[in-house]
Each structure stands twice: as C-alpha cells, then as structure tokens.
C-alpha cells in the first residue's frame, strides 16, 4: 500500500468515504504544524530538505543519498597528526569534509519521500522528527503511528487526521491532547473517552455531544450527520475548519503570533533548578569533559540554545501563570489556554440537549464558546519533583523544559523519552548522560551531536549511526576512534581528545557557554 492509498484508507475509516487524492490536501494537512525548509545540495543543485533554520548561514548541504559521492569529493583530505592540536586546528584540516545531510534516514526505512529526520520508517511522505512510523504525510514529532495525516507531537496512535498529542489513541479527526481514546472529533484535552465529539476537558466519557453524554442511539445518529457534514465539507472545499479555530472561537483575540523559530518563545522560571539536578549535572559534565561545572541555571541561555523552551503565559480564566509547549499546534491557542485544574472543572459543564439537535458545522463556533477551553498542561502518570515544565509523566527530578517522557534528571530539554542525565538536548531518545544533544535516538555520554543513533562518547557529530569514540564526523556509520570520518586508532585518539575536551571545559567554566556546536562547527565562518 503506498501513501495515497493509506490516506483514501484512513478517510473511510474516519470519515466514512474516500473525500479525494492526497496531493489535495497538502495545504489543509500542513496548518499550524513544524515547518520544512528547502535548502540547495552543494553536489547535485538539487532542493534538499531540512526541519530547522538553527545553522549557521555559511553551512553547506547535502541529500542523505549523496553522503558516499560527497566522501569521493573529499578523499584527498589526509590527517597530519602532528598538526592536531585542537579545536581549531581540527576545524581547519577538515573543513572540505563538513556538510550537513538533508532528508536525513536511520536505521531501517523505505519509501521515505521529501522527508527530514526518519528512524525506521516506511511510507512517509513531506515529514519529519518521525520514529518508527508508516503510512504518514506531512507529519512531524510522532513516534510509533501508523495511518497518520497532518498529525503532531505523539505516539502509539493511528488513523488520525490533523490530531495533535493523540496519544495512545485511534480514530480521531481534529483533536488536541487527546489521549487514551478512541473515535473522537473535535475535541481537547481528553483522557480515557470513547465516541466523543466537540467536546473538552472529559475523563473516562462515552457519547458526549458539546460534553453532555447522551444515549447511545441517539449518539449515533447526531454523529451520523455530523461526520457526513465533515465529509461534505472537507471534500468539496478541500479544508475545513480546525480544532485551533474552535478553541479560539469568541475568545477576543486571533492567537498568538507564531515565531519563525520557536527557541525564541520566552520562559520565565518560577524558582531555581532542584539540588537532584545541580548533582546530576556536575556528574554529566564530569563524565563528558573531566570537569565537574556547577550551578547549573548559569547555563541555562546557552543550554536553551537550539533547543525550544516552554512559552510562558497567563491563563484566559484565572490570570495565572501556566507553560505552554514549544509546538506550533500547540503555540497557535495560547489565548484558549487554561491551567490543568481549571480545564478539569470547567469539563463540568456542557451545552444544552436543545443545542445539540442543532449542532452543525457552521454554527459550532457560537455554540461551544463557553466551553472550547484546553489546557497545555499535561501530567499523567507517577511524577517527582517535576519543576518550571510542561507536559510530561512519569519522570523525576527534571526542571524547565517540555515533553518530559518516563524521564529522569533532565533540564532545559524537549521532547525527551525514557533518558536519564540529558541537559540542553532536543528530541532524543533512549539516552543519557548527553549535553546538547538533538534529533536523536539511543546516545550515551554524547555532546553537540545531532541527527544520529546508537553511538557513544562522540562529540560534534551529525548524522552518524554506530560511531564511538569519535569527534567531528560527519556522514558516517561504524567507526571507532576517528576525528573528521578517520580512524586513527586508541592512543592517538585519547591525546587529542584530552586536549579538546580540556579547551572545552575550561571555556564553559569561564564563560558559561561555547560559541562552537554542532550548527555552525560546520561552517567556514567558524574557521
């Protein structure tokens, strides 16, 4: 089955018919979701595809499947081991052999087109940030779905239609934070629902209509002609409108304007990190360098580098200071945004059984008004000592950041899963005891790599798979001991490295930041 086909799939399966060819859609899918970016391969020409602007402007680009014929270009570039001293002179000897991949693909994919940053995936089409998925277009930050279209920000879903935060959930048309659920529509911040449509704020609810639970049979058949509106609508005009209009229907503003970059969203931190933290972090930089650096909020401007950081706001109720996750999908209703508790009490409320016979499409906006409300922050699950953060469960010990997953001792992250001891790192997986890290799966005691999987102590890599020991290499898979794609075997490595890393340490203990990282280690204007 290729992706056209799982779309015409999903559609019956959602909306009950075919409503028409993929490529229509491409425009509606795409809204309010992370952006692509086209960049020029220095090879080829040809337009190659990344996910952030985070480089810096000098920075050459190549497509994922011209990293061999990029190698050829460079192979008469030698390593003089005498004239490795340091950072700069590495920079130096092996500037020709540094080019970031565009539509970068790990481990085991197929028929991944115009796609950025996919680890085991198959049939994606205009995607990015996507682990372990299939059967998905213009997608991004999912992990372990199937059947998804213009869909965000989750995992273990499918069949869903522009749903964002859908997780663990199947069957769902137009849904924020919807999770453990089933057959929604036009809902947010749902927990445990089955069967339910323009609602919000609801646990463990069957049947609601405008969040009144109604009779199964007369569920079913409002349901019936509100879907075939959908259907009607959405195939004739080839959009309709979204979840994020419905939550800032009659809200008296048009949203937040969404930043270009999202790392430039403001947080304000309520108090300082926890001692657990302080600890852990000494401990990582001593691990990553051989120098424990302290106070750990020093850092915090230069760890938030090229990562996103939470939006702080005030809730549309109360006033009150709440986070709000750094995700466009997200960032584009900051005005509906309410705190946890007051989502959850406002859930209590509903809309006329009167109302609901009259529900259409058109009119939703006006009827649901009172009630259109969600909340950004999610908490679920077993948590400790979660502090200045949005949108985690079952973590410990983490401190100002968004999407803490089955984490623990992480600081100034997003979207961090099932890691122990990560500071200032961005969607990565599986790991620990990694600083600045980015887009990655399975690192361990890793600083400024990004685009990579199971690799361990490397430093200023991008877009390596199984590579140890290693600093500046670029494009590579299996190597061991290499500074710049060459392997120059233990001894020599551990010299070098330990002037490198004693460079490294000592300007971060002076300055509290690096100008270098893996963005522009790169480019020539770094030179």
Known sequence: MDVNRAWKKTCEVILGDDVGELGDFERYLKKNNELLYPKKSVLSGKEVTISDEEFCPTARFIS????????????????????????????????????????????????????????DCFFVKGSHEMTNSRYAAYSTLLRDCEHVFGCSFTGEAKFGIKCTQFFQSSRCFEVILTMLCSDCYYTANMEGCQNCMFSFNLKKKNHCIGNLELPKDKYFKIKAGLVEQIRNEIEAKKDIMGIVELLLSG???????????????????????????????????????????????????????????????????????????????????????????????????????????????????????????????????????????????????????????????????????????????????YSKFCLKCYHSINLTRCFEVSDSKSSSDCYFCHNVENVHDSLFCFNTKAKRYAIGNIEIGREAYAKIKKSVLDGIARKLEKDKRLDLDIYNGGCSSHL
């Open 251 to 429: 809200k008296g503003k048009p949203g937040i304007q969404i930043p270009k970059k999202l790392s430039d969203v403001v947080f304000t931190p309520s108090k300082p990190p926890q001692n657990e933290l302080e600890k852990a972090f000494s401990e990582t930089t001593s691990i990553l360098f051989g120098k424990r650096l302290t106070n750990l909020a020093d850092y915090q401007d230069w760890l938030f580098r090229h990562t996103r950081k939470p939006l702080s706001c005030n809730s549309a109720k109360s006033g009150k200071l709440i986070h709000v996750t750094p995700v466009r999908a997200y960032l584009s209703w900051h005005d509906a945004a309410l705190s946890n508790e007051e989502a959850w009490e406002l859930g209590k409320h509903s809309i006329l059984e009167s109302q609901i016979e009259n529900l259409s499409i058109s009119n939703a906006k006006e009827a649901l008004t009172e009630i259109s409300f969600s909340t950004p922050e999610l908490i679920r699950g077993k948590n400790r000592s979660v502090e200045d953060s949005v949108n985690y469960f079952d973590s410990e010990d983490c401190y100002g950041g968004a999407g803490y997953y089955a984490t623990k001792k992480s600081a100034y992250g997003f979207y961090i899963r099932e890691c122990e001891n990560v500071f200032g790192c961005e969607l990565v997986y």
């Open 64 to 119: 994922n499947d011209e990293v061999e014929q990029f190698e050829k270009t460079t192979d008469n570039v030698r390593l003089d081991l005498n004239e490795i001293k340091d950072i700069d002179s590495i920079l130096h000897a092996f500037s020709e052999k540094f080019a970031y991949a565009g539509g970068v693909v790990l481990g085991n994919c197929k028929d991944v087109e115009s796609s950025h940053r996919c680890i």
